[in-house]
């Protein structure tokens, strides 16, 4: 409850009403919650989140990039920087700029008005919903700027620009704390008035709902969850998300009780995660994204804005690797100005993870629901071309084509080149090929390269081993591509070459031009036969009906 004696305190909304009319009043109190959550198979899990209440009174604008250890005059710098320096920054830190290159291209400055600054310790809040969070309380912290503007003319004259901000963080443990912390209602705060110690300025905020994970309390379930996720198949911590199907994601929780969409927009990406081995409590890359595809999404910007925040699914393509692991992340961000001067900047993440898998009861669905059910078991051969259902699938070819069969891979030169550059790169060049073996199929499959050296009549695992062999060396190397890791088979021809001006270092070995090569599949064990034919009946009852 607010008690009537806080009215009779100074509002800062008031106070920046009689402010100095020729002056430009900036002033921005925001309180805002973040949270995140984690879906697994049987839990949402709360993975942490924080309360954040920060006050500014006054700003500045400046040209980024522009900050020097000396002061330069307009048009020191061709096409960069034009006004010159403006301003000298004698104390703060701001956009990653502090006193140590003070010299700053200043446009413009709008002066603290209300809010003094030095005075974090006399930070209250004053007045909350019943909760538990404690009251009178402080702990906010100071990161007010002074800079002095326009160093170009005689009238050089100090600004300051107060903040003040306060973080509460809570851990994944914490989610019961957090709730019974900050609840939805009205917060007063008293922050020190410039030129008036003695007298506090108030400024009320509220915490409105906003969605949060699904959770039972008091025998009633609510919140937000994914409801499905592709064909709802988990494994090792992940959902599976299909290589050669478009994948569908529903959820539900977000109302119009929690969520506004005048102020409030619901996000939608898919985000690496640093260890991928641990899909439960692995963080998540905030520079980069799965999907949209960009290597560097500029600090979390890489999302796709659904029509409303009421959205209830949405379907990504088949474009992702194999292997791919990561979180598919919805993100709900508020930008409500909650009154003259206040603002929540909530946000709430609710994350799933993910995985890409190849199965073959996908291919099935797509390529052979015009061919008998017999025809359909994974080592049939749909269009009697020699190569089966399995190898179809795995080295991409038409099942139904018989013209369409898979090519062996061909030896021959490879040119690199320094990046950036157009100029030779010798030790990166090399004659072979490569062969990518795929890993995260279902079933579980053995990618075997074989050689002929009478013309295809018979054919031999090639591998590093000695005799014949001596002129190749054949590994198997994992690496990555696009944060996915990536097996290849790597045949290399370890004959130099007798030109000493040679780009490329090695050559055909002696008595191998006519050789042939091919790429075998097998299924890893008899016993995943079973498992994928069982799969093949469910494809054929989809395909019925």
């Not at 400024?203 to 592709?230: D, H, L, Q």
Request: proline content about 6%.
């Amino acid at each position: 409850m607010i008690r009537i004696k806080t009215l009779s305190l100074p509002l800062i909304p008031a106070l920046v009403a009689v402010a100095t009319p020729a002056a430009h009043a900036d002033v921005v109190f925001s309180l805002s919650t973040q949270k995140t959550y984690r879906q697994t198979k049987s839990n949402i899990n709360f993975k942490g989140g924080r309360f954040d209440a920060a006050m500014r009174d006054g700003n500045f604008s400046f040209l980024g990039g522009c900050s020097r250890t000396f002061y330069y005059r307009p048009g020191y710098y061709i096409n960069i920087c034009p006004i010159g320096s403006t301003g000298f920054l004698s104390a703060g830190r701001v956009n990653g700029v502090d006193i140590t290159t003070p010299y700053m291209a200043v446009t413009s400055v709008a002066p603290s008005l209300v809010i003094a600054g030095k005075a974090a310790s006399q930070i209250r809040l004053i007045a909350a919903p019943a909760s538990s969070l404690p009251r009178p309380s402080g702990g906010f912290y100071e990161d007010s700027v002074s800079l002095y503007y326009n160093l170009h003319t005689t009238n050089i004259r100090e600004y300051n620009v107060t903040e003040y901000f306060q973080r509460k963080n809570y851990t994944q443990a914490q989610r019961g704390r957090f709730e019974k912390d900050i609840v939805t209602g009205v917060y007063r705060y008293a922050f020190p008035r410039l030129n008036s110690p003695t007298i506090p300025a108030v400024v009320t905020a509220t915490v409105f709902p906003m969605a949060e994970g699904f959770a039972k309390v008091n025998n009633k379930s609510s919140g937000f969850k994914f409801e499905s996720v592709g064909d709802n198949v988990w494994s090792g911590g992940f959902v599976q998300l299909s290589y050669l199907r478009p994948n569908t994601f529903r959820w539900s929780g977000i109302t119009r009780t929690n969520a506004f969409a005048a102020t409030d927009t619901l996000n939608f990406s898919l985000r690496r995660l640093i260890n991928p081995r641990n899909p439960k409590n692995s963080e998540v890359i905030r520079a980069t994204s799965i999907f949209p595809a960009f290597d560097n999404g500029g600090n979390n910007s890489a999302k796709v804005q659904l029509a409303t925040p009421y959205t209830t699914s949405y379907v990504t393509p088949p474009i992702f690797a194999i292997g791919t692991r990561g979180v598919a992340e919805l993100e709900l961000e508020r930008s409500f100005q909650t009154g003259g001067i206040t603002y929540d900047f909530s946000i709430r993440r609710f994350q799933i993870p993910i995985e890409v898998v190849d199965n073959y009861q996908d291919f099935a669905l797509l390529n052979l629901s015009e061919v008998s059910t017999k025809k359909r078991d994974i080592l049939a051969d749909a269009d009697g071309d020699g190569y089966n259902n399995l190898t179809e699938w795995i080295l991409e070819t038409g099942a139904t084509d018989p013209g369409d069969m898979p090519v062996g891979p061909i030896p021959a030169e490879y040119q690199a080149y320094y990046e950036d550059l157009q100029i030779p790169d010798p030790l990166n060049s090399y004659f072979g090929f490569n062969v990518d073996v795929k890993v995260g199929t279902n079933p579980a499959v053995n990618t075997i390269l074989q050689r002929s050296t009478d013309q295809g009549r018979t054919w031999q695992t090639f591998q590093t081993s000695g005799g014949a062999n001596t002129g190749w060396s054949v590994d198997r190397v994992t690496g990555q591509r696009n944060g996915v890791p990536v097996t290849q088979i790597q045949v290399r021809s370890k004959q130099p070459s007798l030109d000493p001006n040679a780009t490329i270092p090695f050559v055909q070995p002696n008595g191998t031009a006519g050789d042939l090569y091919r790429v075998k599949i097998t299924l890893v064990k008899n016993a995943k036969i079973k498992a994928a034919a069982k799969k093949l009946k469910v494809v054929a009852k989809k395909i019925k009906k």
